[in-house]
């Protein structure tokens, strides 16, 4: 069965430490990897990630895909209260059963920041 | 509209009834879908709709749910004989690209339904 595993569920730190989330998966016929940051109900894209090795950098978050090992990290440095959120992973698998596949999403990890 | 609206933004309902929630994707977006996210959990995926062709339904939990959408517009998820275990909240995203290249890059979600059985 497909699934997308992150940790830790949660996590609470200060601003201005640096955090690395992790997302492992196993997925039939992966073809990418996304990452989602969730503040209230809507989820906002921030990174794509589909060959291993190359980072995605966007401003303090960056992420990174190891497609040998079957999983991804997103890292935040120096970390502001406005980081704290949801952070979901997503991985796209082809199903089977359907036409064009769909995003399997982890449970997420709760980023809490403390001033 | 600038973004993807759903409505009712909560709903509250008797174990039993029916609910209809209402996506209004972005204009021009083919791709539609639905996704559930019970407290605490992840998104589940439930219904997939591209254009004109026949709806992906292999996400939905039961018969009790059915969706539809007519051409690229609006979409309604109906929930019948409503449970308690249906209560959560219920996102809608669409995206612009279809198939591989859709894969989840460009989708933008709803603000979402938050569904409560009571």
């Known amino acids: 069965e497909d699934k997308v595993v992150q940790s830790p569920l949660s996590l609470v730190v200060h601003e201005g430490d640096t955090v690395t989330l992790n997302c492992s998966y196993e997925v039939t016929n992966f073809r990418s990897l996304l990452w989602y940051k969730q503040e209230k109900k809507a989820p906002t894209f921030l990174f794509m990630l589909?060959?291993?090795?190359i980072e995605k950098k966007s401003g303090r978050l960056s992420s990174i895909l190891d497609k040998k090992e079957l999983f991804s990290i997103l890292n935040i440095t120096a970390t502001q209260t406005g980081d704290s959120a949801v952070y979901l992973c997503?991985?796209?698998?082809?199903?089977?059963?359907?036409?064009?596949?769909?995003?399997?999403f982890g449970k997420g990890t709760k980023l809490s920041v403390k001033p | 509209g600038a973004g993807v609206s759903q409505s009712p933004s909560n709903k509250v309902t008797e174990k039993g009834k029916d609910v209809e929630l209402r996506c209004d994707p972005i204009s021009g977006h083919t791709a539609l879908y639905w996704y559930r996210q019970r407290l605490g959990q992840g998104l589940e995926f439930l219904i997939y709709?591209?254009?004109?062709?026949?709806?992906?339904k292999s996400g939905l939990p039961s018969d009790r749910f059915s969706a539809e959408r007519t051409g690229e517009s609006v979409s309604t998820l109906t929930i019948q004989r409503t449970q308690q275990e249906d209560s959560a909240v219920y996102l809608c995203?669409?995206?612009?690209?279809?198939?591989?290249?859709?894969?989840?890059?460009?989708?933008?979600f709803g603000s979402g339904t938050r569904l409560t059985v009571v």
């Open positions: 997503a991985v796209w698998g082809v199903n089977y059963g359907g036409s064009q596949g769909n995003l399997i």
């Open positions: 709709f591209q254009g004109n062709s026949a709806p992906d």
């Open positions: 589909t060959s291993s090795g």
């Open positions: 995203a669409s995206s612009p690209l279809t198939g591989q290249q859709g894969a989840g890059y460009g989708y933008t």
